[in-house]
């Protein structure tokens, strides 16, 4: 069987990966000059990697750290906290206050919706959990930042049925892969081989007596058995206009939204231990790693925000001295430098936005569409399962399987 790959991120090449140990043809076609999609590392001059995407590697990120140990990949500690973040006056949230606040959530997620239905807001949610005051408490500031989407505009009931708990003990540890989270990315293509059609963006998709059939911005086509389609949710946004899905996955895909971030990686230097700290009542944090010895932070400083209100208030569209400048005003536990890399997935022309969160029109039943293919078609992508590395990566193992089923 061939089967052709839309999108050569993780999902995409994962799927594309599944699909050739299993004996079958494919061909990938990705618009950018790069494999990995959101997932890109590179190196400060001083010689720090840093993540201009996704970063962090949960403790139950089984499917990477699999691969990681099959690829001979390391994966060291962060040393920081991720759900508590250190404020600026010294205190970090303890395990017992983030129980509070998720369990918080959670119970005004269930009591608005048993009154209202689904369609409940994030902000309205947040309002009903912690009062009219919830835009100034840190927990609600991380969360609307973490979602990198209008909370308005974004399903509360949903993120906070995402949120819930650790039912299985807190655990705080996470991690990244040493030489950089895209080695991942750069080994399946590696094992794929020359297969990955670079500068090529699909522009339509179309299934019809059997064959699957793509066509690029260039106006070539391509004919396959199946496919994969595992390019960001805008994009898929516009190709199912000529396909014929299921109403319910239809649904899923129209009314997903998608969010827009940004990051700042900095050289720095100086004594101070890693942390993570939130900036002084403002939607988004920065935080410095351990190093390879887990002895002391490295030289760099990742901030991040999430949310085009928050990107708008740093005034990306400047540039970004004004957000080192923040950063700087804050960060006095370390030297801070002007030499920076600024990341602004919000207008990167291949994503179009950082990653996808439930919509409005949201229902339980749109949690599991992805689990079933569409004819000939499997679909793949953050969007499709959950917002990481991680679940990138099962996306596409799914997909393959779903295409290889009998």
Request: charged fraction near 25%; charge should be negative; aromatic fraction near 8%.
């Amino acid at each position: 069987m061939k089967v052709l790959v839309a999108g050569a991120g993780l999902a995409g090449l994962n799927a594309a990966w599944e699909l050739q140990k299993a004996g079958h043809e494919v061909e990938l076609f990705e618009s950018n000059t790069r494999v990995g999609g959101r997932c890109w590392s590179e190196r400060l001059p001083n010689g720090e990697v840093f993540e201009h995407g996704g970063e962090f590697i949960g403790v139950t990120d089984h499917t990477i750290r699999r691969l990681c140990a099959e690829f001979g990949l390391p994966i060291v500690g962060l040393g920081i906290s991720f759900d508590r973040r250190w404020q600026v006056d010294g205190t970090i949230m303890s395990e017992e206050e983030l129980a509070g606040h998720v369990a918080d959530l959670s119970a005004a997620a269930e009591r608005l919706c048993k009154a209202r239905g689904y369609r409940v807001s994030l902000r309205e949610v947040a309002r009903e959990a912690y009062g009219p005051d919830y835009a100034s408490l840190p927990y609600c500031q991380k969360l609307f930042a973490t979602t990198t989407c209008d909370p308005d505009q974004v399903n509360g009931i949903a993120i906070a049925r995402m949120f819930q708990g650790h039912d299985g003990g807190y655990v705080e540890h996470r991690g990244r892969v040493m030489a950089g989270n895209d080695a991942v990315a750069r080994e399946i293509h590696r094992r794929i081989g020359d297969v990955v059609r670079f500068d090529t963006q699909i522009t339509e998709v179309r299934q019809a007596s059997g064959r699957v059939t793509m066509r690029a911005a260039t106006g070539e086509e391509f004919a396959g058995d199946a496919a994969v389609i595992a390019v960001p949710l805008p994009k898929l946004q516009r190709l199912i206009g000529t396909l014929d899905l299921p109403a319910p996955m239809r649904k899923a895909i129209e009314g997903r939204v998608m969010g827009a971030a940004a990051k700042l990686n900095t050289m720095v230097s100086g004594k101070a231990p890693p942390r993570g700290i939130q900036a002084p009542n403002a939607p988004w944090w920065s935080w410095s790693t351990a190093n390879n010895a887990g002895d002391a932070a490295r030289g760099s400083l990742t901030s991040y925000a999430g949310g085009r209100a928050t990107m708008a208030s740093l005034k990306l569209d400047e540039g970004p001295a004004y957000w080192l400048e923040q950063t700087r005003a804050y960060r006095t536990d370390l030297e801070v430098s002007d030499t920076c890399v600024l990341t602004d997935w919000g207008s990167d022309p291949h994503t179009e936005g950082a990653y996808s969160m439930p919509g409005l029109d949201w229902e339980p039943e749109q949690d599991r569409v992805f689990d079933q293919k569409a004819g000939a078609i499997a679909f793949a992508g953050e969007h499709t399962h959950f917002a990481s590395l991680n679940g990138a990566l099962d996306s596409g193992a799914r997909a393959a399987k779903l295409l290889t089923l009998i």
